[in-house]
Each structure stands twice: as C-alpha cells, then as structure tokens.
C-alpha cells in the first residue's frame, strides 16, 4: 500500500495530555525515536482543564505528610479496590515528578518560604495539592508541551488514530487519518503507549470535551488488551448546572478545599447528614469542628463537604431528589458568605470568571448552583504497575486510559500526578522494550492496513437503507447512559441500556457522513461513535456484573459493599464484536502496607 | 426564551468561500459556539469548526464574530439584539483549511523558535525556591490558553504576510517576557526578541490586550517591559558596562 503516508518510530504515543506528553517525554529522554499523535492541536488536551492541582505529599506545609499518608488516603477513597502497587509507586514517585515540573519552567504558587504551595482537596489527610490558583492543568500542560518541544519531539497534531495494528499478536503500529486532509496515514512501531484519556462523551452532562470518547479503551481492547474496572464512573459532585449550554461545565473542588460549603434549598449545611460509617472517624461531625479543621489539622477532624467524591455526588443527588434542590436542579455551594472578595479572586480566578462570564454569577457576592457531572472513568486498560505494559506485548498504557490506580473512585489532585508518574513510567518501558527488540521488529501486513482504511471509509458508503445522522446517534447514546447507567444503577435500568445499546449499534452500521474527507467532524464523529459504543457497552455490562455499591458504583438494588465483591475486580475482553466480562482476585498487599490501615 | 437566530457562516476553503446564510433555533444562555454546533448537527454535518472544553479554558475556538476576534464559547448571544444576523468568519490571518478552521501552523513554528528555560543548579536540598511575588508576574503571562486571538489581530501581519517570517507575534512576546522575568532563569533572550522575533516592529496600539480572552494585560506587563529592557541592554553605556562585569542575573546570551 504505498499510496499512504508512512512513518517509522520505535515509540509512538497516542495522546498529548499529561499523560501522553510525559511519556514522550520519558520515551525521547530513554533514546527512542518518539512521535506524538493527538487528536486536536498541541496544547488543547484535557487536561487544560484540571483545575485544583497535582497531589504529592511534599510535606511543604504539613511536615508530617509522607507516602505512606498519601498511599493510604489513595486507597481509602478508592474503597481498597485499587492495585496497591500503583497507588504506592503514585504516592512514591508523585514529590519528585512535581518537582521536576519546576526545573522545565512551571511556575506553581508559593508558600510563604519559597517552596511550592499545597492545597486542601477531598479525602486528602494534609493540604497536598501542587497548584497554580485554580488553573494547574493549563500549566502543567503548557510546561511539558514546552519541553515536548524544546527536546524536538515529533507531533502529529490533528490525527487521528483509528487501529493499532498488531503481527502475531504483537504492536506492529497504528492506523490513523489526518483530520485537514482526510488522508490516510501508517506508522511503523513496536511499542505504543496510549494515553487517550477518558470516555466522559457517552454521558449527556459531563464535565469532558469532545475527545474524550474512549478512544484508547477501544483502541486496546480491539488488539486485545483487557479492561478492568470500567463499572466505576466518577461523577464529580460539583458541575455548573445552569444555563443549559453550560450543564456540566467543571466546578473546582479547590472551592469546597478552600473553605466553600454545600446548602440545600433551606438553607441547610447537609453533608453533615451523609457522613459514611466508612469515614466517620476522620470527619467533623459539628459545623464547629469543620470550621476549625482548615488552620487547625491536629485538633480537628475533616469538613464533611470534603469527604471523597462519590460520597458527596451521592449526597447531592439524594438532596436534589427529596426536593431540597436549587431552582435549577442543583444544590448551592457558596464560598461568598465564608471567605473575602480578594481571597476568592486570588485563590478561584478561573471559576470566578467562568461564572461571571457564562452564568452571571458573581461568586464573591451569591452562592452557585451546583450538580453533578460525568467526569472520569476509573476503570481502564490492565497495565502491569511497574511498567504500565497491557496484556498485548508493546502495548502501554497510562494517564486515564489505564485501571487500577484508583480503585473505585478517583481522590481529587490523584489525577495530575497519576499522569506524571505512570506517563513516565510507560514512556520509560515503551522505549527499553523497542530497544530490546533490535531488528526483528513486527510488522504492520498489508492486509490490516487495507481493512483498517475501509473501515474507516465505511460511514461514506451509501448502505443503501435508513441513513442515520451520527449527531443523532450520539445524542441518543448520551441519553441512554445518562438515563439508565448514571450515578444510581438497578438491574432493571441496567439491562434495558443493554438492550437500547445493541439498537444504537445496529443504527451505527447505517451512518451516513455528507460532504468530503477534508475536516469533516460528522466523519470523525462516525469514526469515535464506534468506540463510544463499545465502551459504553462494557461499562454498562461490567456494572450489571457487580452486585454491590462502592465507590462510583451505586446500585440501588444492592445499596452496600460486599466483603466478596471488594476482593475482586471484572475484567472485560472483546471478540469480533463480543464483550466478554470474568471476575479476577485483586493482588495482595505485602504485610508492611496492610499495616498502615490497621493502626487506625 | 430561545429564538430563531439568523447567521451568515463563512464555508468554504482555501480555494473558494462564501458566507452561507442559516436560521437556527437558540435556547436562553447560549453562547455562539451552540449556535454553531447546533447548525452542524441539524443542517451542516461537515461544517468544520475547532472546539474542545467549550469553558474558554484551551483557546480552540477562535473565530470573528461580526469582525471581532472572539471564542466563541465565550460570546453569549444576549450580547446582541435578536433580531441581529450573526456574521462567524475564521481568523484573518492565518490561512483557511475548511469553514471556520485555520492553519495555525505559524505558531507552532515560531514556539520552536524560542529557546528553552534554562534554570540555574537548585539549592542545595535539591529544592527551588521562589517567592509569591516574582512568580506572579510570569503566572500572568502563562495564563495564555494560545487562541491565538492576539497573532490574529496584530496589524503587523494580519494583512501581511511578508512580516511573517521575522515576526513572532504578541503571544511569544508574551513567553520572551515570561522568561525574561523567571526568577530562575539563566538565558537571556533580549537581543533574540528585539532581532530575530521582532520586538521593535510592534508599535504598542494595544490591539492584542484588546482581544485577550484572558484579559493578559500584553502590552503593559509583557511588551513595553520587554521593550525596556532591551533598551537598557543596547542603549546605556553604562548597564552595557556593568552587564559584562557583573553579568546581569547571571544570564548568558542566546
């Protein structure tokens, strides 16, 4: 097929978030020839949007901090269903990553010495989070973007892969199209690291862009790399919730971190009312006591408002559902009655613009109204802790894409830094495993490349039936999720979203694209909706599954954890169009960790 | 309450284009950008536009809204009369792939152009420290999400694609300043902005800082001190003198 475009790399990342970018960065840095493959421009990935920060327990401001404070905080808030040895290597190697981020020009807040400032985020025991006012993701992506560039790192921006090509059940590279032209394009690799990001678009409010379509999972588990985890969904408690074209837009934690509460309709502090049994050593059980936990750590136990994500999504929802809601159909989380003008504006400066501009909200002087919002998927592509290596051989994985980190569900701040360690970590890997190989690389057949450039042709072909219009087709797959695999689940809602997702993929063999190949979104749209579909399949087939509740898996059918279901994760696997899901025991812990949750 | 919008979309490429007349049903709240998404997904599958957060926080969707530099998921329709038509063309200045999308390649181009942060050894714990104060000036700079609204109105090179080549353009006047005032830093970059990027052919008419959607005052904070300090270095034979004495900040030149 020498009418396409090809390229030859021993790494080739998918993804230039944080994640994808410090794996190149890692990849460049071990001698490997790198490229970067992203889907949009340079710089405009996700995690532009992070807002409150990178967790590392530096100890800049509370010397007792350490890993293992951190590691067991990581672990609690995924509700013991993490992989420990990533949540260790995670609080291990999170200080230096950070710091490293210094010597490449980040500019983070202070503290009163010189050091890097550190904030208070949920389920955090000390103020741990690395941060720039309430706009860290930008910065972190704008420091590794400069040095991505600096080292000369090639990117292919504005491409999109759309196969990894496997030889004998190896990485051999990747299939992809560019977006301006709509020509195809080959590269020749034996190690990819995927570092896609999430799949928060199969939901109607979410907090995600458009990328965010779980490509990588796809991508994975089609050259058959399994999933783990993908029934746990995280709903962030606070996305804006009024007007309509912003539903979902992210809210901070940073706002509740810095001392925001949340109130119902009356006027009530009500997470006082849904402090978990799980949590209610370690929380303020008196408006008091919390007020007095953010100068005071040793004398006084969390604000409840700060307890893990999950807990106070599901809050919210109950509060919204008894009919204590805002006018809007959220709660408000108000900030203006608690602290100053000036620290709001200095501390918030993105969110006191955001609602200015989108909602008319001036967050100095009223309360906002807040609800939840689709944000991130925990579950991801089984990767080994050490090297972030998937099942297939050359296969990587890290950042959002990857499951096991977080167990359950995601602590704020656990994200940046999960980037940073385990980008590194794949990148590092991705290049010793093509260094390894020498000259008897894979090779990408001729026949894949035929058919991975048919495929991608398919949604042109006149299928001579009812043509479907991929928007539409998105919009009701949005609603489906929403509406029966959200943040509450029963087997009933369940298993119809089963069935209205095997309609949605028959609609999909009939997408009918208008126009040419040259940047046409309802084509690439065609094109993401395929792997929407597939992992909107396996969440909501792994969520079935799992008759228990835990962290951002709520079943109101099965309202509490299960001892039998917190020793073990689902793992998904896919087989000409098939998923197939078994249950798999979670790894053991040595001693010396289980020790750390057994002083409590 | 929602209403029928009418707009005029530019949708063509680089070959040809014209400005396509639509109605589209609005909903109270909405910004441009949903006006636009709900044009594609309704009647104009292939209409190409930019976006990604839809929260001006990645600076894709830039665009002229009635002839101004905009994003457009920040200009809410309630900024103008509904009876009003809504012209959306693409940038100016950079020259069109499809409808509303650009090649921004020349940023790109001119960020390879700019050397990198260079710190000093850190102190001798291994950490970095920096106080509040001298990190707030670059913080302000790196606010910059790159729209790219600023290359786009800059007289320099919107009608001039001569001035290109030796112009980097308000955002990366942006990061030499950025740099220039790192307090860790050791590059100096002075000579390089004047020369090379193209400092002196900006005449301060403050157009970036007009159409910042970050409100990065450019021209106050990052220009004319960046002016001023390139001054300091070629004019007065005394800091001439001093800089190779007592080498400013430890600096060395690019």
Same mark, same amino acid.
């Given at each position: 097929m020498a009418e396409f475009e090809r390229h030859s790399y021993d790494v080739v990342v998918i993804g230039a978030g944080g994640a994808g970018l410090r794996a190149a960065i890692a990849a460049h840095d071990a001698g490997a020839r790198t490229a970067i493959i992203c889907k949009? @421009?340079?710089?405009?990935?996700?995690?532009?949007? $992070?807002?409150g920060g990178a967790a590392a327990a530096?100890?800049? @401001?509370? %010397?007792? /901090?350490?890993w293992r404070v951190h590691f067991r905080d990581t672990m609690r808030g995924g509700k013991m269903l993490n992989n420990w040895r990533m949540a260790q290597l995670h609080a291990q190697e999170a200080p230096e990553r950070v710091l490293e981020l210094e010597e490449w020009g980040a500019l983070f807040d202070r503290t009163p010495d010189g050091l890097i400032s550190q904030r208070d985020f949920g389920g955090?025991?000390? $103020?741990?989070l690395a941060h720039v006012g309430d706009r860290t993701g930008l910065e972190m992506i704008r420091t590794l973007q400069q040095r991505a560039v600096a080292l000369g790192i090639d990117v292919f921006m504005e491409c999109t892969v759309t196969e990894v090509l496997t030889d004998d059940g190896a990485v051999a590279g990747a299939f992809g199209y560019w977006r301006e032209s709509g020509r195809f394009i080959v590269f020749e690799t034996p190690s990819i690291v995927l570092a896609?990001?999430?799949?928060?678009?199969?939901?109607?409010? !979410? &907090?995600?862009?458009?990328?965010?379509?779980g490509d990588g999972h796809a991508l994975g588990l089609r050259a058959g790399a399994p999933l783990i985890n993908m029934e746990f969904v995280q709903f962030h408690p606070?996305?804006?919730?009024?007007p309509p074209s912003v539903r979902g837009i992210l809210v901070t934690e940073s706002v509740r971190g810095d001392g925001g509460v949340l109130k119902n309709s009356e006027g009530e502090r009500f997470m006082f009312n849904y402090i978990p049994d799980f949590f209610k050593a370690e929380t303020a059980d008196t408006e008091e006591e919390a007020d007095g936990?953010? /100068?005071?750590?040793k004398n006084n136990r969390r604000p409840p408002? @700060?307890? %893990?994500r999950d807990e106070v999504a599901r809050a919210i929802n109950s509060e919204i559902k008894a009919g204590r809601?805002?006018?809007?159909g959220g709660v408000f989380l108000d900030i203006a009655s608690r602290r100053s003008p000036e620290f709001i504006q200095r501390r918030l400066p993105s969110m006191y613009h955001q609602f200015k501009e989108l909602? /008319? #909200?001036d967050i100095t002087a009223e309360p906002m109204e807040i609800g939840p919002t689709c944000h991130y998927?925990?579950?991801?592509v089984e990767v080994d802790? /050490?090297?972030?290596?998937?099942? #297939? !051989?050359g296969l990587y994985a890290a950042g959002?894409?990857?499951?096991?980190?977080?167990? &359950?569900n995601r602590l704020g701040g656990n994200s940046l830094s999960d980037l940073l360690v385990f980008g590194r970590r794949a990148g590092l890997n991705a290049a010793y495993y093509a260094g390894r190989l020498s000259e008897s690389r894979p090779q990408v057949s001729e026949r894949d490349v035929t058919a991975a450039g048919k495929a991608a042709l398919a %949604?042109?072909?006149?299928?001579?039936?009812v043509d479907e219009n991929p928007y539409t087709l998105q919009k009701d797959l949005q609603a489906t999720m929403q509406r029966l695999v959200g943040i509450i689940r029963t087997r009933e809602e369940l298993t119809q979203a089963l069935v209205e997702l095997e309609t949605l993929k028959e609609r999909a063999k009939h997408i009918q694209v208008e126009g040419?190949?040259?940047?046409?979104p309802g084509w690439h749209l065609a094109l993401d909706l395929a792997n929407m579909l597939l992992v909107a399949e396996c969440v909501a087939t792994a969520a079935l599954e799992r008759e228990e509740s835990r962290g951002g898996h709520t079943r109101d059918d099965f309202p509490l954890p299960s001892e039998d279901w917190g020793s073990k994760n689902l793992v998904l696997t896919e087989k000409d169009g098939v998923v197939s899901l078994k249950h798999q025991p979670l790894q053991t812990m040595p001693g010396e960790l289980q020790q750390l949750f057994e002083e409590e | 309450m929602g209403y029928d919008l009418s707009m005029r979309v530019w949708r063509g490429d680089v070959d040809s284009g014209e400005l396509a007349p639509y109605t589209v049903p609005v909903e109270e709240g909405e910004v441009v950008l949903d006006a636009v998404h709900r044009l594609q997904a309704t009647?104009?599958?292939?209409l190409a536009v930019r976006w990604n957060c839809? =929260?001006?926080?990645?600076?894709?969707?830039s665009a002229e809204v009635n002839g101004r530099p905009r994003l457009m998921c920040m200009t809410?329709?309630?900024?103008?009369?509904?009876d009003e038509t809504i012209t959306v063309t693409p940038m100016r200045t950079f020259p069109v792939v499809k409808d509303l999308v650009c090649d921004v390649s020349y940023n790109y181009e001119k960020a390879r152009e700019l050397p990198a942060f260079a710190p000093g050894p850190p102190d001798p714990d291994g950490k970095r420290r920096m106080m509040q104060a001298d990190v707030e000036r670059g913080q302000e700079f790196r606010k910059?999400?790159?729209?790219?609204l600023c290359q786009n109105t800059c007289h320099v090179i919107r009608d001039h694609e001569e001035n290109k080549p030796a112009f980097a353009g308000p955002r990366f006047f942006l990061r030499y300043a950025e740099l220039d005032m790192?307090?860790?830093?050791?590059?100096?970059r002075r000579q390089l902005a004047q020369? =090379?990027?193209?400092?002196?052919?900006?005449?301060?008419?403050?157009c970036c800082t007009e159409v910042c959607p970050e409100n990065i005052k450019i021209t106050d904070n990052a220009i004319i001190p960046m002016k001023e300090r390139v001054v300091d270095r070629r004019y007065d034979p005394l800091v001439w003198l001093g800089s190779k004495i007592f080498r400013r900040d430890e600096r060395t030149e690019v």
């Open positions: 949009s @421009l340079l710089g405009k990935a996700h995690t532009v949007m $992070a807002e530096m100890g800049n @401001l509370w %010397p007792d /901090d350490s955090h025991r000390y $103020a741990r896609t990001g999430g799949i928060g678009k199969v939901y109607e409010v !979410t &907090s995600n862009s458009w990328e965010y379509t606070t996305g804006m919730v009024w936990w953010y /100068d005071d750590k408002e @700060l307890l %893990p809601g805002s006018p809007h909602a /008319d #909200v998927v925990m579950g991801g802790a /050490d090297t972030g290596a998937s099942a #297939v !051989t959002e894409v990857s499951g096991g980190m977080h167990g &359950s %949604p042109f072909s006149d299928a001579g039936r040419h190949r040259q940047y046409n | 009647q104009a599958p292939d839809k =929260a001006g926080k990645c600076g894709s969707c809410r329709l309630t900024d103008y009369d509904p910059c999400i790159e729209c790219f790192h307090p860790l830093d050791t590059n100096d020369e =090379a990027a193209g400092l002196g052919m900006c005449n301060i008419t403050k």
